[in-house]
T-cell receptor, first 112, second 111 residues
Framework: DGGITQSPKYLFRKEGQNVTLSCEQNLNHDAMYWYRQDPGQGLRLIYYSQIVNDFQKGDIAEGYSVSREKKESFPLTVTSAQKNPTAFYLC???????????FGPGTRLTVL | GEDVEQSLFLSVREGDSSVINCTYT??????LYWYKQEPGAGLQLLTYIFSNMDMKQDQRLTVLLNKKDKHLSLRIADTQTGDSAIYFCAERQTGANNLFFGTGTRLTVIP
């Protein structure tokens, strides 16, 4: 059963702590993406990766970091430098040529 | 720069048609997409249209593209309560590696 999984669904952290959100896909997609969603706003791109061991900053990369050591996995770390980390985070993947993106179920991060 | 705009809210009665509108500013868009997001979930691709088309129909969904006015719409025929969700339009520009999303339109279907 192919798809994208994100875990956990809900995550709570104290202010000042780094936290890593997981994203895994078994669709054999080359490209993977991280978006942030806030109420009343569209999705904003944080980072994306088109190939293993390579990634590019999106529109709001400050305070975030990623890695792409395997094709299937694209974890996102929300660092303590991110000033307003509480949000819904969505991971997506696509075949590079078509860019039709498939989304995971999301992780809701709450920083207390 | 890119700017994709949508109205934030739309309410319709069950059985009526819904029309969700989207405007974009970049004329080099190649593909335009409609995604649906149910509460607390990820986005589900509903349909897409290539920029050299002006209409695409898929069961209850009709997408209209007016390239001159940079206006995209999604019509849902015979709207059901299960259609209540947030609908996002998104564009992919020539040479771009990612999508630019609108703010989303929250569709509420009244029984």
């Amino acid at each position: 059963d192919g798809g994208i999984t994100q875990s956990p669904k809900y995550l709570f952290r104290k202010e000042g702590q780094n936290v890593t959100l997981s994203c895994e896909q078994n669709l054999n997609h080359d490209a993977m993406y991280w978006y942030r969603q806030d109420p009343g706003q569209g999705l904003r791109l944080i980072y994306y990766s088109q190939i293993v061991n390579d990634f590019q900053k999106g529109d709001i990369a400050e305070g975030y970091s990623v890695s792409r050591e395997k094709k299937e996995s694209f974890p996102l770390t929300v660092t303590s430098a991110q000033k307003n980390p509480t949000a819904f985070y969505l991971c997506a993947s696509s075949i590079l040529e078509y860019n039709e993106q498939f989304f995971g179920p999301g992780t809701r991060l709450t920083v207390l | 720069g890119e700017d994709v705009e949508q109205s934030l809210f739309l309410s319709v009665r069950e059985g009526d048609s819904s029309v969700i509108n989207c405007t974009y500013t970049d004329s080099s868009s190649t593909y335009l997409y409609w995604y649906k997001q149910e509460p607390g979930a990820g986005l589900q691709l509903l349909t897409y249209i290539f920029s050299n088309m002006d209409m695409k129909q898929d069961q209850r969904l009709t997408v209209l593209l007016n390239k001159k006015d940079k206006h995209l719409s999604l019509r849902i025929a015979d709207t059901q309560t299960g259609d209540s969700a947030i609908y996002f339009c998104a564009e992919r520009q020539t040479g771009a590696n990612n999508l630019f999303f609108g703010t989303g339109t929250r569709l509420t279907v009244i029984p």
